[in-house]
């Protein structure tokens, strides 16, 4: 199902075309009216007369987290208060909160792109729609919300939290769509098969994102939940849920390119990375009034995909976010990502996805620990077997990571649950 086949089929020349108009009057929006952008393309020497197609967006600035918190709360904003709607703000984990201001207009944008998410993921008017993303400055819950208003489906703003309340209603409304995080979907599966009602729920599909996931987590959820799990990308400084999304191929995300321009760029040099290589992703919105952002350096990973999808949209994927680069720990000199650990755990069928890796400092050399929860059926006393198994993970995690950690295999349940992002590491050295 295509929810809007006019852009998302479209041919690239024409896509090129409307790209490059849309570039155009962003460009001179901010100028007008955005100090801060002015400010930084004057230091370029560039004008908006400079910017004519989508070749001429490497001429422009990029944007960064700093100078939204530095321009905290509306410094960036290229609209009058009069004309924004909603705010939105991302909270992070230090700082000043990341704001975002909508109009109307990108209101109904935002909706928009949602729309084409959720049918694209085979969803329409009929389904039942149980969103447990928060509910608040964060963008998941409302954002989720009108994309499913949009589609004519029946919503339950049920929000985070309270789970085992949340998944009663969700048998008794007879929900057949979750969007929440994939940590929380995990959650929530777990305490379904506590509670014995698995049989009484209807649920078929689950959008999930606003963290990294792997596809063996993918698995993991669909398998426990027994739905299609569909990924789905954003973030607060370029509208939220909704940049990109998955079809029924499950492979890489199309990327609404009608509203956003994406590029690759190598986070060292600046420069765009050859086709199809991993890189830093790069947004420039091409269709928003309150809150344009220009380049704006995600830190998130990963490689965009031309070649066509059999599902027939024109849109260019993105693969699965790999990690974000300032997630990244650097271990004894290794790049580690949680991700790799989160895919080589689901490897194995005795330990459960749950997991915290701990790093710190001691006598000038990094200690790298991981601890794992078993899964309660697997859980024994049995001290050879556990060693064993151990031992093979341990073994499998040194030959991925190219580094081997200290491997302490838990009780189930003991690693703290999420409702909303998951917070895989504790890094002692940055407290010193
Ligand atoms: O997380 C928006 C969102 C809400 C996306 C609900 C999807 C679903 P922020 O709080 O600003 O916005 O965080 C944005 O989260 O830069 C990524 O690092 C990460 N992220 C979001 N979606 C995904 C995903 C929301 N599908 C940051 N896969 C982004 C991996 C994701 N990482």
């Known amino acids: 199902m295509i929810w809007n086949e006019t852009f998302e089929c479209m041919g690239r020349d024409e896509l090129h075309l409307i790209q490059s108009s849309r570039l155009r009057e962003t460009v001179e929006r901010v100028y007008a009216n955005s100090p801060f952008y002015r400010?930084?393309?004057?230091?370029?020497?560039?004008?908006?007369?400079?910017?004519?197609?989508?070749?001429?967006?490497v001429k422009l600035p990029f944007t960064v987290k700093t100078d939204l918190r530095d321009n905290y709360p509306f410094g960036l904003f290229s609209a009058p208060m009069s004309e924004i709607v909603r705010l939105h703000a991302s909270s992070g984990t230090t700082g000043k909160p990341i704001v975002a201001g909508y109009t109307r207009k990108d209101l109904n944008t935002w909706s928009e792109i949602l729309a084409r998410t959720f049918t694209a993921g085979g969803c329409g008017k009929s389904d039942i729609f149980h969103i447990a993303f928060g509910y608040g400055l964060f963008t998941g819950g409302l954002g989720a919300h009108s994309g499913a208003e949009r589609i004519g489906a029946s919503v339950i703003p049920i929000s985070t939290g309270n789970t085992e309340k949340q998944i009663q209603l969700m048998t008794d409304f007879g929900s057949t769509v979750l969007c929440c995080t994939p940590s929380y979907a995990l959650y929530l599966a777990e305490t379904i098969e506590k509670m014995g009602v698995k049989d009484k729920l209807r649920?078929?599909?689950?959008?999930?994102?606003?963290?990294?996931?792997?596809?063996?987590m993918r698995t993991e959820i669909q398998n426990k939940l027994g739905i299609k799990a569909y990924d789905i990308y954003g973030l607060t400084e370029v509208m939220g849920p909704g940049v990109s999304y998955n079809c029924s191929e499950q492979n890489g995300m199309h990327i609404n390119e009608d509203m956003f321009i994406p590029e690759i760029i190598d986070p060292k040099t600046l420069k765009p990375v050859a086709q199809g290589e991993i890189g830093e992703l790069v947004f420039t919105t091409i269709y928003k009034e309150g809150m344009p952002v220009l380049r704006y350096r995600t830190k998130d990973l990963t490689r965009l995909v031309y070649e066509p999808c059999p599902c027939g949209r024109s849109f260019v994927r993105m693969e699965k976010i790999k990690g974000r680069s300032d997630d990244m720990l650097i271990i004894r000199g290794v790049n580690?990502?949680?991700?790799?650990?989160?895919?080589?755990?689901?490897?194995?069928?005795?330990?459960?996805?749950?997991?915290h890796i701990f790093v710190d400092r001691v006598n000038n050399t990094d200690t790298f620990e991981i601890h794992v929860e078993m899964r309660p059926e697997c859980f024994s006393d049995n001290l050879s077997r556990v060693l064993d198994l151990s031992k093979r993970i341990t073994h499998r995690l040194q030959s991925v990571l190219g580094i081997g950690p200290v491997l302490k295999l838990v009780e189930p349940n003991s690693i703290q649950r999420t409702t909303g992002k998951s917070v895989h590491v504790t890094d002692l050295r940055k407290v010193y």
């Open 39 to 57: 400010r930084k393309m004057q230091e370029l020497s560039i004008t908006p007369e400079d910017i004519q197609t989508v070749e001429d967006l």
């Open 203 to 216: 649920l078929r599909t689950g959008f999930f994102g606003a963290e990294p996931w792997t596809e063996a």
């Open 336 to 355: 580690v990502f949680p991700t790799q650990v989160e895919s080589v755990l689901l490897e194995f069928p005795e330990v459960a996805p749950h997991y």
